[in-house]
């Protein structure tokens, strides 16, 4: 019998055989790996067959809820999305919120696992001890807001469903898995299930998990949830995270024209008040969250409002060149609609204008600051026509094709493109960047709030950082298996005895702190196992050239580069201290410790 939070297993779905079964997991795992990005890459080790192509039909696409969903416990309705990424070849863990996710735990598994290739476009109807293979032919083509519509009109409001839009149908290599407007974005999910013919996955159910102490989990939610609604989170209720991009600017670490430039002379067009002046905003929360942090903006042609986040702003205004609002707010929705990550849309899109400025290639109107440029570049990408061609392959395989000295300054790590974060502006963040299983993700490595206290010197970067790295990186292994929203993180006065006691009230578990550092330790090394099976080399592990030999622009670090020796320095040491070889292999007795024999051949 499971344990309490968990269903005890998972389903298996074949497209090819159009077959389903269930697959028991074993009490161990669930508490070693918990749930989330956890137990995905556990199932991502044990059902990924040699070294397949991400687009491949043997390659899984895994769905994985955690012991905390279902419960009351705010900002636990969440869901990742695991797959090997198609723009890294790499593991790859999405993370999403929903109803989905609620919807997707009742059906009575605790991970849903995709494998093989429909014939012809399918929806996948999910529900207790049955799978529904549809005909989605007449959803293929559409974008995301109406493929879930369409779906919902077919089948009324039964299930929860997570769609792609065209990028994925079409392969774009950063293509999202959609539910209710909000992206599973980064590394190209929805590629991986467009290369399966799969349009819609929906699900519903009954199945309910038990709590071990529900009086105590229900008065901790509650107060959980008063404190959610206090100062920790009172900044992202306020303006969400936009306010971001005019504080980034200030302390010039804001990504500017492909990171040419680390200030944007233009940012208080898209400051937080210029946004709300110029549109109505309204305020919404993710499923069975109090934080309320999403900010909707509407246009007065009356469609439906567009989320703005830090992200998308960053990557579609100042990395671009663009500072009109009106373009970046179009090119959101734009994104929302194909189904594309809007962090690799936009650094394609600059790095394309930068090749373009260079004359590397020869693509009127594609230049900085060229808003039209842009929204018909987002146009192409999504259809897989002309430039944009080129572009869905990501910056990574679109350098390598251009060529001319393109690569040293394309930017991406592993071939993630890097976020809204100047590595050499943040250097604890550009080590985490550069050691990343996922790549260049500021979500797997939360070592910004390194740079950004008065402990370190952020623009000198010492090995001094190299331990509270892994301490965020650790947190952020725990956080996104539990799975709890990052901006809980202001909410607890000591974060690992909080996950603890939330997770000893829904599962029973006695765990302590040291218990989840070591089993957040144990997650990162799996992800790192999974990579080096699937052919990691410790090249990987560094910067684009140009922040290892130019200076930034301006700003309070003029000047400054990320010192490649130093950076293969601070590499070494986090692999030591990791427990692995300098170079970053993994040596079988920790292999043994954590009980990955099995998935090391």
């Not at 306020?238 to 024209?257: A, C, D, M, Q």
């Not at 650094?347 to 060229?370: P, Q, R, Y």
Request: one cysteine or more; a negative charge; aromatic letters at 8%.
């Amino acid at each position: 019998m499971a344990i309490h939070g968990y269903h005890g297993q998972y389903l298996r779905i074949d497209l090819t055989r159009r077959s389903f079964e269930p697959v028991p997991i074993p009490t161990d795992v669930l508490q070693r790996f918990i749930g989330g990005s956890g137990l995905g890459t556990w199932l991502m080790l044990r059902e990924t067959r040699g070294i397949p192509d991400p687009l491949a039909p043997e390659s899984p696409l895994t769905f994985v809820f955690s012991p905390l969903v279902g419960s009351p416990l705010t900002t636990s309705a969440k869901f990742a999305v695991v797959t090997k990424s198609p723009l890294t070849n790499r593991l790859n863990d999405s993370l999403s919120s929903s109803r989905f996710a609620i919807a997707g735990k009742r059906t009575g598994f605790d991970a849903i696992v995709i494998t093989g290739a429909a014939s012809r476009p399918t929806a996948l109807l999910i529900e207790p001890d049955k799978v529904e293979f549809r005909d989605a032919d007449a959803l293929w083509g559409l974008t995301c807001p109406d493929a879930q519509s369409a779906f919902h009109k077919a089948t009324g409001s039964r299930f929860q469903v997570a769609v792609i839009g065209p990028a994925g149908e079409r392969l774009v290599r950063f293509a999202t898995v959609s539910n209710e407007n909000r992206h599973a974005g980064r590394g190209g999910a929805g590629a991986v299930m467009g290369a399966k013919r799969l349009k819609a996955v929906a699900v519903r159910g009954d199945r309910t998990t038990s709590w071990a102490h529900p009086s105590e989990l229900t008065q901790y939610s509650r107060d959980l949830s008063r404190r959610s609604l206090g100062e920790g989170t009172a900044k992202y209720r306020e303006v969400g995270t936009i306010s971001n991009l005019v504080t980034f600017n200030r302390l010039g670490t804001l990504p500017t024209r492909n990171f040419q430039d680390n200030v944007f002379e233009n940012a208080s067009a898209l400051s937080p008040e210029s946004l709300a002046g110029a549109r109505e905003h309204t305020r919404e929360s993710c499923a069975a969250c109090t934080i309320g942090c999403e900010h909707i903006f509407h246009d007065p042609g009356g469609n439906s409002g567009v989320r703005l986040e830090y992200e998308n702003l960053f990557a579609l205004g100042p990395l671009c060149g663009v500072s009109d609002s009106q373009v970046v707010f179009q090119a959101s929705r734009l994104c929302d609609e194909l189904g594309i990550d809007v962090i690799s849309a936009g650094a394609t899109i600059a790095f394309a204008m930068e090749c373009n400025e260079k004359g590397m290639i020869d693509e009127s109107g594609l230049d900085f600051g060229n808003g039209a440029g842009l929204l018909e570049a987002l146009g192409a990408i999504g259809r897989n026509e002309g430039i944009g061609k080129l572009l869905a392959l990501g910056t990574r395989a679109a350098s390598k094709e251009i060529g001319q000295g393109s690569e040293e300054f394309a930017p991406h790590v592993k071939g993630l493109e890097i976020p809204g974060y100047e590595p050499r502006a943040l250097q604890a963040m550009a080590l985490g960047f550069a050691v990343g299983s996922r790549g260049a993700d500021h979500n797997r490595s939360g070592a910004y709030q390194i740079d950004f206290s008065d402990r370190f010197d952020r623009l000198n970067a010492t090995e001094e950082i190299v331990e509270p790295v892994i301490e965020t990186e650790n947190e952020a292994a725990l956080m996104d298996s539990l799975i709890l929203c990052r901006f809980l993180r202001g909410v607890f006065d000591d974060r690992l005895a909080a996950m603890a006691e939330m997770l000893h009230l829904v599962t029973g578990n006695n765990v302590s702190s040291a218990d989840l550092v070591q089993i957040a330790e144990r997650i990162v090394t799996a992800k790192k196992l999974f990579n080096i099976r699937q052919g990691w080399n410790p090249s990987e592990d560094t910067l684009p050239e140009r922040f290892l030999t130019t200076g930034l622009s301006s700003g309070p670090g003029a000047g400054t580069m990320m010192d490649r020796q130093t950076l293969r320095d601070l590499i070494a040491r986090y692999n030591t201290v990791r427990g692995w070889s300098d170079e970053g292999w993994i040596p079988d007795e920790q292999i043994a410790r954590y009980q990955l024999a099995d998935f090391a051949g």
